[in-house]
């Protein structure tokens, strides 16, 4: 039961002749007369146990984009139903109007539409609604919570597209589909033409050479149907926020570009979440669209705080492939010691893969450096310039052992990623 502002003003109303006469009589006549109007209004008001709400589930949208959580309400009493529902979604869901009038006769229907602006990817719950009916005076309500579950799956916003079809050219300049033709490495065969000053000589075909009595080298082109290995870290390291986003949101910008990218390129991808168990899987081996089940096993991932199992990592990529493969490690460079999981473990696969460490480097940490007018400023530009020493030698030490590194800021490091990709390429190291 719901008392309205209403109902309060003739409740004091009520209360100012006990203070002019006063005598229990008084105040009983008064009690009376206002528990009269209350159970009125209550007993006109429409009954909320014959209001049924069903909800039409407003799918998937990706971050910041709209959706509509469609209520459809209907009357099966006897009396109007004039009051209001509530749309109960979680904050991050960003409903705008959650709380909207109704006014719905005895055996009709209405459909109630709520706007969703998520502000938060993953996977955001309505448990109930909430329904109030008034009396025809509006002095008093009934309210009833209903159990209408639903349900918003909110995918990655994937911003780097901006950047593929930058890439997308650079590759087919790579591979020979477009118009402006680049010499590359690679190790698998392509054609013959004739000796041309400055080739290589280890290229040329001595029986191709003999047959034609003119000198005839082979032209190679970067491989296709390697696989690539997206490992993206879910550890207590990717809950860091970056630039106002969380380190894991930025991996899997990094990490929808690369596999977009090397399937286009003709190879085969697939991706993995890990910290101390796999969070999600997928890959271009299944039937289907490769970025639609990227998105789908991304949408749900949340920072998992407990330390990452750097050990686990060589049996998960192994049961993925056995072969040579371009393992992308997206994770981070200062976290916990390196020394005990990130370089052994990087260094071991890359006795049998191409190895790729990717990570974010906070811009703060270049302005502390510029900030030294204060001896606050001092302090920071000097913990700014121990962090960014660790990274270096961090980053030098996994080199030495023949891993590339990718350091980079959130909004740059999709693109830089997908750069040592097509390097790598082109230099007939996949």
Not at 173 to 193: H, M, N, P, W, Y
Not at 327 to 350: C, D, Y
Request: with cysteine; hydrophobic share 45%; glycine share 8%.
């Amino acid at each position: 039961m719901a008392l309205s502002g209403r109902f309060v003003v003739l409740a004091l109303l009520g209360l100012l002749p006990v203070l002019l006469l006063p005598g229990w009589w008084t105040v009983l006549a008064v009690i009376v007369v206002l528990a009269a109007i209350l159970g009125l209004e209550l007993g006109l008001a429409a009954s909320l146990r014959a209001i049924e709400v069903q909800r039409q589930d407003p799918g998937q949208v990706t971050l910041n984009g709209v959706a509509h959580s469609i209520l459809t309400v209907r009357n099966q009493g006897r009396r109007q139903l004039r009051g209001f529902i509530r749309d109960a979604w979680q904050p991050s869901a960003g409903a705008h109007h959650p709380v909207q009038p109704l006014d719905i006769p005895a055996g009709e229907r209405r459909r109630v539409q709520v706007t969703l602006r998520p502000v938060r990817r993953g996977v955001l719950l309505a448990p109930h609604v909430t329904l109030r009916s008034y009396g025809p005076l509006r002095l008093a309500a009934r309210q009833r919570t209903v159990p209408c579950p639903g349900s918003l799956r909110v995918l990655p916003p994937f911003h780097s597209r901006r950047h593929l079809p930058s890439k997308l050219r650079k590759l087919r300049e790579l591979d020979g589909k477009a118009a402006v033709q680049i010499r590359g490495a690679g190790t698998e065969f392509d054609s013959l033409r004739d000796y041309v000053r400055g080739d290589d000589v280890r290229s040329i075909d001595w029986r191709a050479t003999a047959r034609r009595s003119a000198v005839v080298v082979r032209t190679w082109r970067p491989e296709r149907d390697r696989r690539v290995v997206i490992v993206l870290d879910t550890s207590r390291t990717s809950a860091a926020r970056i630039e106002d986003e969380p380190r894991l949101d930025t991996g899997m910008e990094a990490a929808l570009l690369l596999a977009v990218l090397a399937e286009r390129g003709g190879d085969r991808v697939d991706f993995l979440a890990f910290d101390r168990r796999p969070r999600a899987r997928a890959g271009s081996a299944v039937s289907g669209n490769l970025l639609g089940q990227l998105v789908q096993a991304m949408a749900p991932l949340e920072a998992e705080l407990i330390e990452m199992d750097w050990q686990g990592i060589p049996g998960q990529i192994r049961a993925v492939s056995a072969h040579r493969s371009l393992v992308v490690l997206l994770t981070s460079l200062e976290g916990g010691a390196p020394e005990e999981g990130l370089i052994p473990v990087a260094t071991r696969l890359a006795a049998q893969h191409v190895v790729v460490v990717a990570a974010v480097r906070d811009p703060l940490l270049g302005q502390m450096l510029k900030e030294r007018e204060t001896a606050a400023g001092v302090f920071r530009a000097a913990a700014a310039e121990r962090t960014l020493l660790e990274r270096e030698a961090v980053t030098a030490q996994l080199r030495q052992h023949g891993v590339e590194v990718v350091d980079a800021e959130p909004h740059q490091l999709p693109p830089r990623l997908a750069d040592m990709y097509i390097r790598l390429k082109a230099a007939g190291r996949l």
